[in-house]
């Protein structure tokens, strides 16, 4: 087969499987997959947001997480606040607490997208090795940080007692929940699909490959590696609004950088550089820890000398594989 | 007195005690084809740099178009209409012909921050990419990954590129290094049909290329200008034939 034809055969397969799974799930009688996969689903938009910065910007950020943590805790901050009836926060005005998705996921979206937007700014100033360093030194301030926020549980987290609400939907049933994280991790493909083949996304992918000469023709890449910094940001922080909601829990774990770690590893699995393949390597990576965790606490000795045949072998990572593509973005 | 482009005044570049270049003086008048030779390390390269941006001057200034932009960094003065091409091709491997032309017109036609509409269907592209590729004889390879191209085919391209923004000023920093005969007769015919629309620097080690196409050449060693003349006389010139032959010559 040719590989167009098997790239769109693998995306509507993927899409149908994704639709029916809730269904046959509960047909099968297995409805914890439903939860496992509302994980896939969360942890593919965080991959795909990673994959912007790593695959088309060829900028290795190894803080990740960080934009996933703050995105949580937003939602599990207006949670409690919510339940304790007092204000976010009273100067220079009054913000309530809320537990309404309309309003605390955009917000963690603004609030990962602003913290992507101070630390690039930064981290930007350099390059290669240097920028690896930073991004991973300022998401591990983050973690410090928010291990000492005693109001907020420190260490231990915050506990939610519910999802948040949506007119319309429950979020608390867990069907539901997954229907509306495939939704948006649909919606996030198409956007960054979008992205990549726009002219913004023409020149991020050339500054990737040859920052000279971009700039000898006339574009200075800052601002366009800035921008696209945000916006991974952004998605990562919608990640973390779903997840805190998924479990009902928010920890600095999710700030750690062993997670900014497992989301370059679901990249590399899936596939760098495309949009697919990180989705793939979140439900490859996530169903692979489920099923080696059963057997064996030591897990990661068996994911390890996987993940390096995938890498050395795959190019563009499983996705590469089944589409056959070598090298093309797409 | 003719329009001058480009005038160069005392510039001065040195890598600790190593002269790069060394109060060179010289001008390019518009509309010429204004080659620079030299021997191996005679800075050539250097100069390209300095005059781009890539690399600043500790001294003297640089007048383009009656402004001074020994200052200005290599973006900016991209935009004021200086182009180039690297002496070790820089294209976008990752992109697609056509995107490396199409990423080459948007460069000057404003900001970038368009995040919907395929690049490729943009109006300005549709517009200037079908020329843009067949005047560097690409239209064929355009859905070709550039990482495909032959190395010809890379010159071609990323002369095309230093093309699609109408520069006042190209500057080619050894085009035909690296190629066949016959891409050679194919690159000196396009510089050739180029001539008089654009003011061209040529720096370049391929003598009967240099004297077939130059109207000027200014000669360099050890950083320092020899001699800045038409080819007829640079080719009498005695201390020309020195640095490049030797002391018997």
């Known amino acids: 087969m040719k590989p167009p034809l098997r790239k769109m055969l693998f995306i509507s397969l993927g899409a149908v499987l994704l639709l029916i799974l809730p269904m046959a799930a509960s047909l099968a009688g297995e409805s914890y997959f439903i939860s496992f996969f509302s994980r896939v689903l969360i942890y593919a938009i965080a991959a795909v947001s990673l994959d912007l910065l790593l695959g088309y910007a060829g900028m290795i950020s190894l803080g990740h997480a960080a934009y996933v943590g703050i995105g949580a805790y937003v939602v599990g901050i207006f949670f409690y606040h919510s339940s304790a009836m007092e204000p976010v926060f009273s100067f220079p005005f009054v913000l309530q607490g809320s537990e309404n998705a309309l309003l ?36 591990q301030m983050i973690y410090y940080f928010f291990v000492s926020l005693e109001k907020y549980g420190g260490d231990d987290g915050l506990s939610l007692y519910s999802r948040s609400t949506l007119p319309g939907v429950d979020l608390g049933d867990d069907v539901q929940f997954y229907y509306f994280c495939l939704f948006l991790l649909f919606g996030f493909v198409f956007l960054a699909w979008k992205l990549v083949h726009s002219r913004f996304g023409l020149v991020i992918r050339g500054g990737s490959n040859n920052q000279r000469r971009l700039q000898a023709l006339g574009i200075s890449s800052y601002r366009y590696q800035l921008a696209c910094f945000v916006i991974a940001g952004a998605g990562a922080g919608l990640a973390g609004g779903l997840l805190a909601n998924h479990t009902e829990y928010v920890s600095p774990g999710l700030m750690h950088w062993t997670l900014s770690g497992e989301l370059m590893v679901m990249v590399l699995l899936g596939g760098l550089g495309t949009l697919f393949g990180p989705v793939l390597g979140a439900a490859v990576f ?45 | 007195m003719a329009e001058m482009i ?31 030779i030299g021997p191996n390390g005679a800075g050539k390269t250097t100069l390209v740099n300095q005059l ?82 067949a005047r560097v004889d690409l239209t064929e390879r355009a859905a070709s990954m550039a990482s495909s191209l032959s190395h010809g085919e890379k010159r071609q391209l990323e002369v095309g590129m230093a093309l699609t923004g109408a520069p006042d000023l190209l500057i080619l920093d050894e085009p035909m290094a690296g190629m066949g005969p016959g891409g050679t007769v194919e690159l000196s015919k396009l510089i050739n049909t180029l001539k008089g629309s654009v003011t061209i620097l040529l720096v370049e080690h391929d003598m009967d290329v240099v004297f077939s196409l130059a109207d000027m050449i200014t000669v360099l060693d050890y950083g320092e200008e020899i001699i800045t003349a038409p080819p007829s006389e640079v080719r009498q010139n005695s201390q020309v034939r020195k640095a490049y032959l030797g002391e018997d010559a």
């Open chain 1, 104 to 139: 605390v996921l955009p917000l963690a979206v603004v609030a990962s997208a602003f913290a992507a937007l101070v630390i690039g700014a930064l981290c930007l100033r350099t390059r290669g090795m240097h920028f690896i360093m930073i991004t991973l030194a300022f998401a």
């Open chain 1, 286 to 330: 996530l169903l692979l820890e489920e099923i080696l965790a059963m057997h064996t606490e030591h897990w990661m000795v068996y994911m390890g000398p996987f993940l390096v045949i995938v890498v050395i072998f795959a190019k563009r990572g499983l996705y590469g594989l089944i589409t056959g593509e070598g090298n093309s973005n797409g």
């Open chain 2, 6 to 36: 480009l005038q160069i005044d005392n510039l001065t570049k040195s890598y600790g005690a190593l002269q790069a270049t060394k109060e060179l003086s010289f001008e390019v008048r518009t509309g010429h084809i204004h080659a620079i």
């Open chain 2, 52 to 133: 781009t941006g890539n690399i600043f001057s500790d001294s003297g200034t640089i007048i383009y178009k009656h402004q001074d932009i020994t200052r200005l960094k290599d973006y900016r003065r991209a935009r004021l209409g200086i182009a180039r091409s690297f002496q070790i091709t820089h294209i976008f491997e990752n992109l697609t012909v056509s995107e490396n032309m199409a990423l080459s017109i948007f460069a000057d036609n404003g900001h970038n921050f368009r995040f919907w509409r395929n690049s490729l269907n943009s109006p300005i592209v549709k517009q200037k990419l079908p020329k843009a590729l």
